[in-house]
């Protein structure tokens, strides 16, 4: 347990500079940007003298780093500590504000969307380990290169062509699957978490859960099929190596069904890695999401990601990215602990 303890806090520590660096990198990244949010926000009725009340309202008129206090770095730290991710220069409302909005949306399309990778992706790979060097094997091999290779927004638009449009034609707009949004326009969604389906299920609107289940199909889909590639190779990869097992070995010469070992008893050991690439793929999903979340027009963070760079809002950029990466650092703590938890050779 002392152990355990130590490599939690030394996990902690490590975390500090590492998302020191990170928001020193978008800091820069957003300085060196092409464009001039204030001109951008003032557009060309703005005069000159309007320009520097702004850009000195802004701090912009600051340098960006110097030896003392008075510059726009420091400045950006006082205010991500005290939780300030700035002002849109756009929408002129609070970044955090906008990001409460969307983020529910993102959170509900990248959970749907990992769910798919994994049913998906584990149960084949696992699938595949056990049919070594045989056709079905060797097919499943192949899905899980080529769907990874697959751009996200291609085969959102091969899902929409298919499933939306040619299935609408067939069937006459009976069975065809929504190509945009998270929900009908014609329901009232019941907003308490923002997650639509889950809002549904706590308010007892069955209506609600069942026609954003119906919208969350492609989207989750177009992410969750691309992301199984890895879960594939992984899962088979460390399924081979489960299957050599002695125990596996003696679990055979004993009579257990063949699916009871390779399902219930190898697969459980196989998954402690899956477990890690989890937490990992999950930012996958997230930087995902904006080329999804525009190819489906959802309006999630990704979205609203776009739009701030077709506006040139500066702060609405900067912290939205701050934000994911922010999450992306938490979530990797948090698999990092538990999986210190399941294995505890991690912890030495």
């Known amino acids: 347990m002392r152990s355990l303890l130590a490599y939690i806090i030394t996990r902690l520590l490590l975390t500090i500079p590492m998302i020191l660096i990170l928001l020193t990198i978008v800091f820069l990244i957003i300085r060196v940007m092409p464009g001039d949010p204030v001109i951008a926000m003032m557009g060309p009725k703005g005069t000159p003298e309007m320009i520097e009340e702004m850009r000195h309202e802004l701090g912009l008129d600051k340098p960006v780093i110097s030896f003392g206090l008075d510059n726009q770095y420091v400045d950006y730290l006082r205010d991500l500590i005290r939780g300030d991710l700035g002002t849109s220069t756009y929408y002129k409302v609070p970044v955090w504000e906008k990001l409460k909005l969307y983020f529910p949306a993102t959170l509900e399309l990248t959970i749907f969307g990992l769910f798919i990778a994994f049913c998906v992706g584990i149960f084949s790979g696992a699938f595949a380990a056990d049919k070594r060097k045989t056709v079905a094997d060797y097919s499943i091999r192949l899905y899980g290169i080529a769907i990874y290779s697959i751009p996200i927004f291609w085969l959102g638009l091969m899902l929409q062509i298919i499933f939306g449009v040619w299935l609408n034609d067939i069937t006459g707009g009976r069975f065809a699957f929504p190509i945009a949004g ?74 257990i069904k063949r699916k009871k070992v390779v399902y219930r008893h190898a697969l459980k050991n196989a998954f402690v890695p899956v477990l890690t690439m989890m937490g990992l793929q999950f930012a996958y999903l997230m930087a995902g999401a904006v080329l999804t979340e525009t190819t489906f027009s959802w309006p999630g963070m990704g979205s609203y990601l776009v739009e701030a760079v077709n506006y040139r809002d500066f702060p609405a950029i900067q912290g939205t990215i701050i934000f994911i990466a922010l999450l992306v650092a938490s979530i990797s703590l948090v698999v990092d602990i538990i999986y210190a938890f399941i294995d505890p050779r991690v912890r030495y």
């Open 182 to 255: 998270r929900i009908s326009a014609r329901i009232s969604p019941e907003v308490i978490t923002g997650l639509f389906v889950l809002d549904g299920i706590i308010s007892g609107s069955w209506k609600q859960v069942t026609n954003s289940l119906f919208h969350l199909v492609l989207p989750a889909m177009t992410l969750g099929l691309v992301l199984s590639g890895i879960f594939v190779r992984l899962t088979r990869a460390n399924m081979l190596d489960v299957l050599k097992q002695d125990y596996i070995l003696s679990a055979d010469a004993r009579g």
